[in-house]
């Protein structure tokens, strides 16, 4: 999702630090914000493909074949893909938690090194509920936490496969997102309210964090980007 709330922020500050190519998988399309992203850093060559997390992971790996045969060389992949809606369960774990595994798995054919591949690096976008759930939202928060849980062994498998991985955990962050979801079952109606209580960061902030962990390369790390910090978290083993 590099066009929605955090994702176009944070779109739009990798734009400015300066890669070769930026390529945007989304699931809408919005020419008005690629139009955006090009116009901040004219060097810079974004692309948009249409994309839905949820397809079968032989879906991924043709247009992945597409993109990587257009670019030849793939440095970063980043999951950020997510939906908070606990009255939709199947996709709530297909979007969260699926869609990165098989992304993951996907790219796997053209990065690891057992195949001859170059390796990668992988940035997953989880969430400080993988740690400390909203527990009026269990089912989003439970698959945060296995996003985190499938992140933590992707980087120790650094070793065999050649592919770094670590986490980018926001805490509540202003986006759309937040203000209206609906709680598990309805147990708190208020639970968007509740949550807009506490102390927030603006998607900026956040944004400016993410690309200094992307900076940071750092296999294993588990990064907290809360109240417009940049925190690393220790993982009890």
Known sequence: ???????????????????????????????????????????????????????????????????????????????????????????????????????????????????????????????????NAIYQVPVYSASKAAALSFTNSLARLAHITGVTAYSINPGITRTPLVHKFNSWLGVEPRVGELLLEHPTQTTLECAQNFVKAIEANKNGAIWQLDLGQLIPVEWTK
């Not at 919005?30 to 060097?43: F, G, R, S, V």
């Not at 869609?99 to 390796?119: C, H, Q, S, Y």
Request: proline content about 5%; some cysteine; overall charge neutral.
């Open 1 to 131: 999702a590099g066009l929605g709330g955090i994702g176009l922020d944070t779109s739009r500050e990798i734009v400015k630090s300066g890669p070769k190519n930026l390529v945007i998988l989304d699931r809408i399309e919005n020419p008005t914000a690629i139009a955006e992203l090009k116009a901040i850093n004219p060097k810079v060559t974004v692309t948009f493909y249409p994309y839905d997390v949820t397809v079968p992971v032989a879906e991924t790996t043709k247009l992945l074949k597409t993109i990587f045969a257009k670019l030849k060389t793939v440095d970063l992949l980043i999951n950020g893909a997510g939906i908070l809606d606990d009255h939709q369960i199947e996709r709530t774990i297909a979007v969260n938690f699926t869609g990165t595994v098989n992304t993951t798995t996907a790219i796997m054919e053209f990065w690891d090194k057992r195949k001859g591949g170059p390796g990668g690096v992988i940035a997953n976008i989880c969430s400080v509920t993988g740690f």
